[in-house]
């Protein structure tokens, strides 16, 4: 087929909706984009509906900036109730100008003419719409007098159609923008300053006092610090590489000053300059509330919520040469092309902005910020750069759903509403592009933006309102999300009429009926009420089965968007049921029913998915959700501390769609969310007699409002674990921080022991191959390099920093380098130091160095050991100065502290006991010094034997658990368990090496097999004189209250220590309950382990565990670590509070 | 014994062997995505917290983002793009998300995907609380769990037919 210029349509002022090619295939055009709510295929069936044409003949193209009208942000669920119109008058248009040419061209009256599946047929002859092209580049003008299909004639619209883009995302086929790739493209990471969340202040873009680009350019994948203002970034060839030059960045901000005092939400925004609106004076509120019989003043508080996307923003720039173009997936691709024609100085039409779908986004989230940091890295580079956000980015900086404040006063008279005064405040914006605030493009005063007011007026007649906006600007970044400011509004309003009606004695549906005008949203009430099941009731029924109550709850809304008075999408109506644990105070959303009008229908199935989506989404909001701050910044970052609702908690969800085929489509988005919170709140009253009027329901809120309402307290089994015993703390509070295994550097100046001579020790070559493989066992065997490495640094070059009780000292580099090593040692100087703690120059080392297990070692091991350590890499390495305090730093102290507790001698085989034995003996207490950190110290810092030999210490925050005697054999510990820990890291049901405990098993994998048996069952003849019959069961875990903590477990936490399948391969090996650092008598270990993670060695077969400093605060950390005492060692005393 | 720690891996990755670096650490996730172009399995907290990012490996589920690559070596790994036959018809487990619409943005998509396979590897005639449970470490924010739910029940009645 010759290539035909489209035949298009446009409006009148030459934007184009609809292109038809030759082939006669259509392509729509809208300025809106898919948020991932399907109304790419609802504007697809509109489309081919007018058209007659199968819906895979239609392609929609939508937020590309160079193909697409301009239509606004999609926002308030105005693409199908607004943006579809012109778009479909268009397809009206062309079907006109179609049938009128096929008509000359087939000769035959137009009412003679079929068309069918995008053919218009007479009698045997037919034309497809590409044959009806006529000239190239012609266009026609959208017609507003083309006649529009009647709704009686769909055939598309109105049926289910399936998601057209869900066959490409289900194989991983769809290019969402996070899977943009651009030919040449590097990375760029953010460096955002500390003022997180914020936007006005003079603080805001002139924070940034300098950084140090030397201390990360030679990072791999370098390309370039960027920095204008505020804005900070590093570019990398690759992301990861970004992401470290990112973090490695020591950068130099000014301190940002403190926000007003978030947690007393409600006053802090009332406080805040807002200018009043005022929108309704019907009658006069003054006499109508004088005239009534029965006045309530009420305060409704909502909380500042994360939109929360699940992919965090991504974006894509090429600056190329001053014409960009900029993959983004924004709500508001116009919208961005214009801030970046502010950012850049260039025309809004040198920059094309192509809109990808990105994660799910509900509002204003970082989609359109991220795009200014990709452009201005692009810009710095002059290559395409991409940019993602990490979670935290993301969470700390998106500008927030914003809390709002709605205070209410109304009278009753004869039983009707007579007056209503309602005052809001809603402290947003529209998010002011964060690259124009960090780089001073714009300035960082106070924006206000008059967005308060949606749904602000009652749906109900009331003779004396008074209604009125309070606009006020950001007090963090915040812009519209789902409902905006309509869902708190109708948290006002359905609340307080429901406490109307249960001061006036009334049904609450019947007293809402009683007050609605409107013929359409009385029907929408009484058809949810009647499909729904709703119990007629006067007054809260407080159904109650032991501690359990439930309620019915209802509550309905007309969501109005737009500038007021504004325009409205559909109505909707809940109703729902809870069932509330009286004692936790937890609030189960059982099941929601829904009824709404939407007037026509476009799919079906469309319209429910976005019912069930806001139905889960603002449950999760209304009993879960709120952003917490410190005194600067918010404080989320990540999942762990906000808590989005879970498969598990999800209702069930009915749903009523009224039918109106006749009247035009309506948005619906949003509706079905607002009236939710309402809902949930009167369906608590139902069940409890109790009023929530602050959003998130959480368990803590309910059992306060419970408890002051005279419920039981909490229950015993739900309780924390008991408050520790004081006494044991002290006791054990000696065994901490004592110390490694490590050579260190002589605690006293003055030599004790005659100096020893330096020599050329004999060449590497002189010693045989089988001497050296047995020295580098002992060495293994021996995990010398682990404590004679610093992180980071030179292997066995010392340097490591080891705290002891009396000062620090740092670990000796023992590479035979002549000057600083071992290279001028002789045999001699080697053996006094590894047997007696002194070294060559004749001091003492402090026996942080495990002289004391060395002494027992073979002469030939001893010397293979030294054979051995002269073949290591040379590394030159000055050893730092210990810094010890009084009396370890004097000359007599540790020569005596030898004479108490050392014993220089051979270990000598027991006759009684077998070769495996006595070889495994010899491994575990001379070369592999197991004690040093098995074994508790005294209050002198000497490990101590008989009884108390290898039954556990905290090392360095690290518990070295009991792996002799009754607790060791308790754990289940047997020859078996020992030999797999050994060889892998992992004995299955007890344990798996962590910390320094996972390089010393890595190390072991250089050790004969046969060694490892051996010490496996020396180290099984300690336990087994103390063995149980069977060892103790794990301990079940503690029923704990449900509080924050308890849901940053279960959000953080569970995925991997409570998993939901078997065998997750990112899992824990070890159930929590035998974790030793669980088990720990202090609570060091864990909270080391949460705040660095863990880091398997290579050589294992171990997982890993991500750290959280940088997700948790340290009251987090502690909170988190007792939490996990007390729920999985019940039967351990619970860790004092920090 | 072994010897020392090898600097590149070899693991299969639907069906094709692959040698991968391990010496910078760097986790499967970037490397799925970045180097190997399969971009199926979604970034979406890099903590394991969403599950937007699930593989399987040896049939098991593994959240990718903190799994570093040295963990893989000699593994089976098998993500969103490995699930279809080699004609195009969908695996089971899509045919029912597709059937069911159990998505709305479709980003945490791949993880319910993944999860529900895994689920019905060892229950496969799951109850509904059955399926809620397993999927209660995979966020979805669009409110799709109605859906999603649906589309493991249906997932469980076409493997079912698959395997009669």
């Known amino acids: ?1138 | 014994m072994t010897g020392p720690v090898a600097t590149t891996i070899t693991t299969t990755i639907n069906g094709a062997e692959h040698r991968i670096d391990r010496a910078d650490g760097r986790m499967l996730l970037d490397v799925l995505r970045d180097d190997l172009g399969l971009t199926g399995a979604k970034y979406g907290c890099g903590m394991a917290q969403c599950g937007a990012c699930t593989v399987l490996v040896d049939g098991r589920p593994a959240r990718a983002c903190v799994l570093r690559t040295g963990r893989v070596a000699g593994r089976n790994i098998t993500t969103l793009e490995g699930l279809a036959e080699p004609d195009g018809r969908l695996h089971p487990v899509q045919q029912a998300f597709l059937e069911c619409e159990g998505a709305q943005c479709g980003y945490c998509l791949n993880g319910m995907v993944m999860t529900t396979l895994a689920l019905l590897a060892d229950t496969p005639a799951p109850t509904e609380a059955e399926i809620r449970d397993a999927l209660r470490h995979n966020l979805c924010r669009c409110g799709t769990h109605t859906e999603i739910i649906a589309s493991a029940r249906r997932a469980a009645e076409l493997m079912g037919d698959r395997n009669a």
């Open chain 1, 1 to 1138: 087929m010759p290539e035909t210029a489209p035949l298009e349509v446009r409006d009148a002022s030459g934007r184009t909706f609809l292109s038809l090619d030759a082939t006669g295939h259509v392509t729509g055009y809208c300025g809106h984009v898919d948020l991932g709510t399907g109304v790419q295929t609802a504007l697809s069936q509109i489309v081919a509906e007018e058209l007659d044409l199968p819906l895979e003949r239609v392609t929609m193209v939508l937020g590309d900036t160079s193909r697409t009208p301009d239509q606004g942000p999609t926002i308030a669920s105005e693409t199908i109730q607004v943006s579809s119109v012109p778009l479909r008058q268009a397809a009206a248009t062309l079907r006109a100008a179609l049938l009128d040419r096929a008509r000359l061209r087939l000769n035959a009256p137009r009412e003679a003419l079929a068309i069918e599946a995008g053919r218009i047929h007479h009698a045997e002859r037919c034309l497809g719409y590409g044959d009806l092209i006529e000239t190239p580049g012609e266009w026609l003008e959208i017609d507003p007098e083309a006649p529009l299909k009647p709704a009686a004639e769909f055939r598309l619209v109105g049926q289910k159609t399936g998601r057209r883009d869900l066959p490409d995302k289900l194989v991983g086929a769809h290019e969402f923008i996070h899977d943009v790739v651009v030919a040449g493209m590097v990375h760029g990471h953010v460096v955002r300053p500390p003022y997180a969340g914020r936007d006005s202040g003079d603080f805001v873009g002139t924070s940034l006092i300098g950084y140090d680009e030397a201390a990360v350019a030679d990072m791999p994948g370098f390309i370039a610090i960027v920095r204008e203002g505020d804005f900070l970034g590093a570019v990398a060839e690759r992301s990861d590489q970004a992401r470290a030059i990112a973090e490695a960045l020591p950068v130099q901000w000014r301190m940002p000053p403190p926000l007003p005092d978030m947690g007393d939400l409600a006053g802090t925004i009332r406080a805040q300059p807002a200018t009043p609106r005022v929108l309704d004076t019907t009658g006069s509120i003054d006499k109508g509330l004088d005239a009534s019989d029965r006045v309530l003043r009420r305060s409704y508080v909502w909380p500042y919520h994360l939109h929360g996307s699940i992919g965090p923003s991504c974006s894509v720039a090429d600056w190329n040469d001053g014409a960009p173009i900029l993959w983004t997936g924004s709500q508001n691709p116009h919208m961005l092309r214009g801030d970046l024609a502010t950012l850049t100085g260039l025309p809004p039409e040198r920059i094309d902005v192509r809109r990808h779908q990105a994660a799910g986004c509900y509002g204003r989230n970082c989609a359109d910020d991220v795009g200014g940091d990709a452009l201005l890295m692009s810009r710095a580079v002059g290559r395409p750069v991409r940019v993602q956000l990490t979670r935290a980015q993301e969470t700390l900086w998106e500008p927030k759903g914003a809390g709002q404040i709605m205070d209410v006063e109304g009278g009753l008279k004869d039983g009707a509403l007579h007056a209503y005064r309602l005052d809001t405040w809603y402290p947003s914006n529209r998010g002011p592009n964060l690259a124009l605030l960090l780089t001073g493009a714009i300035g960082n005063e106070p924006r206000p933006v008059p967005m308060g007011d949606r749904t602000v007026v009652p749906p109900y007649s009331i003779p004396n309102k008074r209604i009125t906006v309070h606009d006020l600007a950001p007090i963090v970044r915040a812009a519209w999300m789902r409902g905006v400011s309509a869902l708190p509004n109708t948290f006002a309003h359905e609340c307080f009429i429901d406490e109307m009606a249960a001061e006036a004695g009334a049904d609450p549906v019947a007293f809402r009926l009683k007050h609605v005008a409107d013929p359409r949203q009385a029907e929408l009430i009484r058809q949810t009420a009647e499909k729904a099941g709703w119990s007629e009731q006067a007054g809260p029924r407080l159904r109650r089965e032991g501690r359990m109550a439930y309620g019915q709850g209802f509550a309905f809304a007309t969501y109005v968007h737009g500038d007021f008075p504004g325009t409205a999408a559909a109505s909707a109506a809940w109703v729902c049921a809870v069932a509330i644990d009286t004692q936790t105070g937890e609030v189960t959303l059982s099941r929601v029913f829904v009824g709404q009008d939407q007037g026509l229908v476009i799919n079906p199935d469309g319209v429910r998915q976005q019912i069930h989506g806001n139905v889960h989404q603002t449950a999760g909001r209304v009993l879960n959700e709120s952003v917490s701050f410190d005194a600067i910044t918010p404080t989320q970052k990540s999942w762990a501390d906000y808590s989005v609702i879970r498969m598990d908690e999800v209702p069930e969800v009915e749903t009523l769609l009224i039918e109106r085929p006749d009247e035009p489509p309506l948005g619906v988005g949003e509706s079905a969310a607002v009236p939710s919170a309402a809902a949930i709140s009167n369906a608590i009253f139902d069940a409890t007699g109790v009023r929530m009027r602050e959003a998130p329901f959480t368990p803590e809120r309910m059992r306060a409002a419970l408890r002051e309402a005279g419920y039981d307290a909490v229950a015993v089994d739900a309780a924390p674990a008991p408050r520790p015993r004081r006494g044991l703390w002290r006791r054990a509070a000696l065994a901490l921080g004592t110390i490694g295994s490590a050579l260190t550097v002589g605690a006293v100046g003055i030599p004790t022991a005659r100096s020893l001579p330096p020599v050329t020790p004999p060449p590497a070559s002189s010693f045989s191959a089988e001497l050296l493989e047995q020295g580098r066992q002992v060495f293994a065997t021996g995990n010398c390099s682990h404590c004679h490495t610093a992180v980071g640094g030179a292997a066995n070059a010392g340097g490591l920093a080891v705290e002891t009780p009396f000062g620090t000292i740092w670990t000796t580099n023992i590479t035979p380098d002549p000057e600083t090593g071992l290279g001028r040692w002789s045999f001699a100087a080697f053996d006094r130091a590894m047997r007696r703690g002194i070294s060559r120059d004749g001091s003492n080392l402090y026996p942080a160095f495990p002289y004391t297990s060395f002494a027992g070692m073979s002469d030939e091991d001893m010397f293979a050991l030294y054979a051995y350590m002269q073949t290591l890499e040379p590394v030159r390495s000055e050893t730092p100065k210990p810094q010890m305090l009084a009396p370890t730093n004097l000359r007599l102290a540790n020569a005596g502290w030898n004479l108490l507790f050392h014993q220089n001698r051979r270990l000598e085989p027991d006759p009684a006991q077998s070769a495996e034995w006595n070889r495994g003996r010899y491994l575990v207490e001379t070369v592999g010094h197991c004690s040093a950190c098995h074994s508790p110290r005294n209050a002198l810092a000497a490990t101590k034997d008989g009884a108390a030999h290898l039954t556990g210490a905290m090392v360095k925050g690290w518990y070295a658990p009991p792996i002799a005697g009754p607790q060791a054999a308790a754990r289940g510990w047997d020859k078996d368990a020992f030999a797999a820990y050994l060889k892998s890291g992992h004995a299955s049901g007890i344990a798996s090496a962590a910390g320094p405990m996972a390089d010393v098993v890595a190390n072991l994998q250089e050790v004969e097999s046969a060694d490892l048996d051996a010490m496996a069952t020396y180290l099984a003849s300690l336990t087994a004189d103390a063995a149980p019959v069977r060892p103790a069961p794990e301990p079940a875990p503690a029923p704990m209250l449900n509080t924050a903590t308890h849901r940053l477990f279960e959000n953080a936490c569970a995925v991997c220590h409570e998993p939901a399948l078997e065998g997750i391969v990112t899992a824990a090996q070890v159930p929590l309950g035998q974790s030793m650092a669980v088990r720990a008598p202090s609570p060091e270990t864990a909270e080391i382990v949460i705040r660095e993670g863990l880091r398997a060695p290579d050589a294992l077969d171990l997982a890993d565990m991500p750290g959280f400093a940088a997700e948790l605060s340290e009251t987090q950390i502690a909170d988190l670590a007792r939490y996990l005492r007390a729920r999985y060692a019940p039967d351990l005393p619970a860790w004092p509070e920090p």
